[in-house]
């Protein structure tokens, strides 16, 4: 079983920064994809950004520029540096994991932590 437990949410002020972690636990296979999508009330999840296991990236048009995923693969962490915070990124934040194994597709999620943009 896979276990993903993400960390750093908070409250922030608007302009601020704000750095979410995610640990994987479990059977991972090594050829996966790690991603960071949101919830705010009211709306549906949203990919936010993700990253290939060979360091491929993409984002979602809104944080293009303010926020950086990245990825260590050694210790089956994944992380997203949000600058330039605004009151719209507001949401609960879940980390996700999906890989192909024997053809078959495995996706996992996390908790989710809430961040709050504020003032």
């Known amino acids: 079983q896979v276990q993903l437990v993400e960390s750093g949410g908070g409250l922030v002020q608007p302009g601020g920064s704000l750095r979410l972690s995610c640990a994987a636990s479990g059977s991972i296979f090594s050829v996966n994809n790690m991603n960071w999508y949101r919830q705010a009330p009211g709306k549906e999840r949203e990919l936010v950004a993700g990253?290939?296991?060979?360091?491929?990236?993409n984002y979602t048009d809104s944080v293009q520029g303010r926020f950086t995923i990245s990825r260590d693969n050694a210790k089956n962490m994944v992380y997203l540096q949000m600058n330039s915070l605004k009151a719209e990124d507001t949401a609960v934040y879940y980390c996700n994991l999906n890989f192909f194994w024997h053809g078959s597709r495995y996706n996992y999620w996390g908790q989710g932590t809430q961040v709050t943009v504020s003032s």
């Open positions: 990253i290939r296991s060979g360091g491929v990236t």
